[in-house]
């Protein structure tokens, strides 16, 4: 990979998960970042876990309507720093269920939350990228269900496969801008970290996908001249996913199911635990469950409800 680029890195929803991993990840390469993010607390809290690193600005924004992707192009451009780059890690909230089973209105909305503000946000962003003149990249990061259906996330799907359609539109039309866009495409959940979740072994780190979403904006030689779909690249990904941590991985999953179904059930011999198994709370991350389900968020909170 090559070295940090001088111009700063505009990261979106940068106090989510994935947000924060791109911003740690650029950091630890020396590239400084203007992180955005319409949450003003996590701003606060992002900049502090970074002990108020100069290399690091943030800006409270928005990229949820025409009217804040406008004012947000307008605050960066009265910092008077171009940008030499842009990682846009903002997604909305997720749907359950079949979308039989829901209202037209359901889609609709998620539609809205997960698709229409990167449009927004690239009309106005694009520009200011070309503007540079150094032929910078905008790169989205994507979540899973975007080239196969996920089952029981119907809407999810129909909006990641939308993304997918909108990036590989914006990848042809900015090149009037010498800008490549790129969709950086996960697809799987991503570990969150926290304590006593759900976190599967083969489930990429916020930390891993902000450094290959980097290697793309910094156009490392093995990228060449990608095209507008990247994959992130799954289990392969992780280093660390060994046929044992597969094997562990497994038995946990068996020891929820059975916790779902019979939640009284005695725990297993073999587990060693004391505890009784509780319920699987799919989709939840209550006190009583403490159990959680990650997916791509603009938030902390990163449970579908």
């Known amino acids: 990979m090559s070295g940090p680029i001088q111009w700063p890195i505009l990261v979106l929803g940068a106090s989510g998960i994935i947000g924060q991993g791109v911003v740690r ?32 600005v943030v800006l409270e924004g928005s990229v949820a309507s025409d009217a804040d992707s406008t004012a947000l192009s307008i605050a960066i451009r009265n910092l008077e720093r171009p940008i030499a780059g842009v990682i846009d890690a903002v997604s909305g909230g997720t749907v359950r269920g079949r979308l039989l089973d829901h209202p037209t209105a359901t889609l609709c909305q998620q539609l809205a939350d997960n698709l229409l503000p ?34 029981g996330y119907g809407h999810v799907s129909v909006a990641a496969a939308a993304l997918r359609m909108l990036v590989q539109v914006l990848h042809d039309e900015a090149r009037a801008f010498d800008v490549r866009v790129q969709l950086l495409s996960v697809d799987q959940p ?29 156009r490392s030689a093995a990228d060449g ?9 799954g289990a392969s990904a992780r280093s660390d996913f060994t046929s044992a941590s597969a094997e562990q991985w497994l038995t946990r999953t068996l020891q929820r199911l059975r ?25 939840t991350d209550d006190s009583a469950s403490n159990q959680t389900f990650p997916f ?9 409800r």
């Open 25 to 56: 990840a650029a950091l630890e390469t020396g590239q400084s970042v203007i992180a955005v993010d319409s949450d003003g607390p996590g701003l606060k809290r992002l900049q502090a876990l970074h002990d108020d690193n100069p290399d690091l």
């Open 118 to 151: 990167h449009l927004s946000a690239a009309q106005q962003l694009l520009p200011l990228l070309a503007d540079a003149g150094r032929g910078g990249t905008y790169v989205v990061i994507g979540g899973p269900g975007s080239a196969l259906p996920w089952s």
């Open 190 to 218: 991503v570990c969150t970290g926290r304590p006593r979740t759900s976190d599967c072994p083969q489930w990429p780190t916020a930390l891993s996908i902000g450094q290959r979403a980097m290697a793309l904006i910094q």
């Open 225 to 233: 001249e990608a095209g507008p779909v990247v994959s992130y690249g």
């Open 259 to 283: 916790g779902a179904t019979d939640a009284n059930a005695p725990p297993d011999s073999d587990s060693g635990s004391a505890t009784q198994p509780r319920a699987y709370a799919y989709g």
């Open 296 to 304: 791509l968020s603009l938030r902390n909170e990163v449970a579908p």
